[in-house]
């Protein structure tokens, strides 16, 4: 198999090839030179910090404070702040791209990577009152976390500003001065390796004194003066004063190497390169000035001059290199990959790409480089899918997908999932390495972020555009990328109008699902702008979420109508009880008089719970007889009525209800004259009685003329009054005065009520007496019953 595409920049550490590949150059602004700065790079190809290097003397232009710039990988500056706090000990970003800053008095600054300050918080008071000298960010399973040295030697841990610090055990014989340390994250717990003199001192939580070991060189050196710990926390490497270097496990019982390096210079920096096919490590990077260094397990090295200063940045899947004219990233080479470009391979995969090749070129070759691999195709079409999401060019990853396209042509029922899916992510990540975006990962950390972890670092650079389409390429919901850019329009776009429209227009798509027109106007809100955050609301169809945040900004008038205009009398309650809160009642009740169902909605509630309410409502809107009628009730339960008629009567009769105001009337007479004929009579019985049952007791007691006058007077009915006769003189048994009765003139009731009287007091006789006066079709009935 000949050389293709990229081999050139492999490399072997025997007994594996490593390949170097060539990031997006940045370009860095003419003022910034990293020879001079401290770099903090993110992982996941994320932002870099960069300020001046106290240790090194160099020409002071413009402010003497220290500034803290910030730049993604293409060199662009996205943000950069003004240290006015203490001593800056240290830098480092958390796990979601959050700068955090560690100053002399063991205060923790956090800042976005735009530079606007998120959170403060302290590592605890014994820290800040002592001072630290040093401080390490690092990362652990319960998130992103802080250790600081002091300047007493102590060690403390925080793993954020909601947990409390953590102090580490004492070092043994503390008075001798440590060279270097590292965190290492052990599960849940993390725990303090430090370098001193020729052993490691292991500083585990919970323990009184720390642990030493000794004696892991075979080689005489003076003092170990560099540890790293790998990405994976599992194996460690050790560098001395005399560049001896220890490979070995975390735990230091397993010793894979010791190599002479054969440098006595102090190395910049030491990192383990992780493999990207698996989440193992087989080689340390060592960068020196202009020198980089990189040896494996096996004690095998190469070396590359560079330039003279450069800043290595540890990755899930390799080693990013940074300097002032290059961005690369060194990675052990992946087998797929290997197994397709290396020279003379023997493998399927390589004898597929070189059929796909021939065939291209229309040759007959390439039907017996097929024949091959026909036995073992779908391995070599698997491996060139695998080893196209590896790639960094898309040449060479065009070429293997055609190569694998090809290959699963021969492949009866073959399942494209696996090929769709590497394609359309390629695509992604060829968007995200491109310049603009500046965000270089590769497949590997794609997979272990995620998209939405991807999407959500995209939103917040503000790349809508690009968020957006990403969204729909991996078939994600978008909505909450438009919201996110409608909240940006809110607060930047000073046009209400236009930003109304704008919104309006993206959001009427119909492919666009899940979006809340009312968290945009609660954005709005909060920027103090209700007049946009109205017309916003105007959009919002449902009346359950636009009328809470009416209520919040205080427009109870708005709020209301959509309310009533919804229907639901829940949410009318809640509109109605919010705005007697926070209203004058006489407002609220011009409020919600323009609205029948809030008004009749709120007469309810106050008649349940405050009856004194209802007389302000009756009043504001001159509803006489309503106002009659709660005088009426209230006259009722306090058992005042007489006393409160006359009140009555005029608020009906303002009201236009001649009915209930002439009963007002009659009734307010007939209880004086009630009173007046219990006490001429003495007796209790007639307070409060119907016309009807108080002419019966008048007659009960003989009161016949004082009957007939009440009758007169309140325009009692004839019959109704022969009836009370009746009933009453039957009832006494004066059967004589009933048949004066029935004789002194034609009874307008007829003649059956006295028979009846009669027979239900058991006087047939009597009632005898009047059958032949009645109707002819009723007297053989009463005939028959007066037997």
């Known amino acids: 198999m000949p050389i293709m595409y990229n081999t050139g920049e492999w490399f072997k550490v025997r007994p594996d090839y490593y390949r170097k590949v060539e990031l997006a150059t940045p370009d860095w602004p003419l003022d910034l030179d990293l020879e001079y700065m401290v770099v903090e790079a993110a992982p996941y190809g994320g932002p870099l910090a960069t300020t001046r290097d106290p240790t090194k003397l160099v ?3 413009g402010n003497a404070r220290p500034m803290i710039r910030i730049f993604d990988t293409a060199g662009t500056e996205t943000g950069h702040l003004l240290w006015n706090h203490g001593k800056l000990i240290a830098m480092g970003w958390s796990d979601t791209e959050e700068l955090i800053c560690v100053q002399e008095n063991a205060t923790v600054f956090v800042y976005d990577m735009f530079g606007r300050e998120k959170e403060s ?49 004492d070092i043994p014989n503390s008075s001798q001065n440590c060279n270097c340390w590292e965190i290492v994250t052990e599960g849940r717990n993390s725990y303090c390796l430090l370098g001193r003199d020729r052993e490691v001192i292991k500083l585990f939580p919970g323990e009184t004194v720390g642990t030493i070991t000794a004696n892991l060189f075979e080689k005489p050196h003076d003092r170990i003066i560099k540890i790293s710990v790998s990405y994976n926390h599992q194996h460690l490497a050790l560098y001395t004063n005399t560049g001896l270097l220890w490979l070995g496990s975390v735990d230091m019982r397993q010793k894979y190497c010791e190599f002479d390096t054969g440098r006595k210079d ?15 490590a087989d080689a340390v990077v060592i960068s020196y000035p202009s020198y980089l260094l990189i040896v494996n397990r096996n004690a095998d090295r190469s070396d590359f001059p560079y330039d003279p200063v450069m800043f290595l940045v540890a990755e899930m899947d390799g080693v990013r290199i940074i300097t002032q004219n290059s961005h690369e990233i060194i990675q052990r080479l992946p087998k797929c990959v290997e197994n397709i470009f290396a020279v003379n391979s023997q493998e399927p995969a390589s004898y597929l790409f070189e059929a796909q090749k021939k065939f291209e070129e229309k040759s007959y070759k390439s039907d017996e480089y097929l024949s091959m691999c026909r036995e073992k195709i779908e391995l070599a079409v698997t491996e060139c899918i695998e080893a196209a999401s590896f790639e960094f060019c898309p040449e060479t990853q065009k070429s293997l997908l055609r190569t694998a396209n090809f290959g699963k042509g021969f492949i009866r029922g073959h399942n494209p999932d696996e090929y769709m899916r590497i394609m359309r992510i390629l695509r992604v990540l060829n968007t995200l390495r491109h310049e603009r975006i500046a965000m270089p990962l590769t497949f590997k950390q794609f997979s272990h972020l995620n998209p939405e972890v991807i999407l959500s670092r995209l939103v917040f650079r503000k790349h809508y555009a690009i968020a957006i389409q990403v969204a729909k390429h991996l078939n994600l919901p978008e909505s909450w990328i438009l919201e996110h ?17 704008k919104i309006t227009e993206k959001f009427k798509n119909p492919s666009v699902e899940g979006i809340s027109f009312c968290n945009i106007a609660a954005k709005a809100h909060q920027a103090g702008r209700d007049d946009l955050a109205i017309k916003l609301l105007e959009l919002e169809p449902r009346a359950s979420l636009h009328v809470p945040l009416l209520l919040k900004m205080r427009k109870f008038d708005r709020a209301v109508g959509s309310a009533t205009q919804s229907g639901d009398t829940e949410l009318i309650t809640q509109v109605l009880l919010e705005m007697k809160m926070h209203m004058m009642l006489s407002n609220l009740h011009m409020t919600i008089r323009d609205h029948p ?27 006489q007889k309503s106002i009659a009628e709660y005088h009426f009730e209230n006259a009722i339960e306090t058992e005042g009525l007489e006393s409160n008629l006359s009140m009555i009567g005029n608020a009906y009769a303002q009201g236009r209800c001649t009915l209930e105001a002439e009963l007002c009337a009659d009734t307010s007479r007939l209880l004086k004259l009630q009173k007046t004929l219990s006490t001429k009579y003495n007796v209790n019985s007639l307070n409060g009685l119907s016309i009807h049952d108080t002419i019966l007791e008048l007659l009960q007691i003989g009161e016949l003329k004082e009957a007939e ?26 059967w004589e005065e009933l048949e004066k009765l029935a004789k002194s003139k034609k009874s307008p009731i007829g003649y059956d009520p006295f028979v009846e009287v009669c027979l239900q007091q058991d006087n047939a006789s009597e009632a005898r007496k009047y059958i032949p006066r009645c109707r002819d079709n009723r007297k053989g009935l009463w005939y028959m019953r007066a037997k």
């Open 266 to 280: 102090m190395p910049l920096q030491m990192e383990w390169i992780m493999n990207a096919d698996n989440s193992e």
């Open 59 to 61: 020409p002071v232009k």
């Open 121 to 169: 918080y302290s590592i605890g008071d014994e820290a800040s009152v002592t001072k630290i000298v040093e401080a390490k960010v690092f990362q652990s399973s319960a998130g992103t976390g802080v250790a600081v040295m002091t300047t007493s030697g102590r060690i403390f841990l925080k793993q954020n500003s909601s947990k409390t610090e953590r102090k580490l055990p």
């Open 597 to 623: 169902l809030a008004l009749n909605m709120y007469k309810k509630i106050m008649r349940e719970s405050n009856r004194a309410g209802l007389y302000g409502i009756y009043n504001t809107e001159d509803d």
């Open 485 to 501: 850019w409608a909240y940006h329009k809110v607060i930047n776009d000073p046009n209400d109008t236009e930003v109304a429209r």
């Open 709 to 734: 006058r009440i009758r007169n007077d309140f325009k009692v009915p004839e019959r109704r009054f022969w009836w009370l006769r009746v009933i009453t003189l039957s009832g006494q048994h004066k």
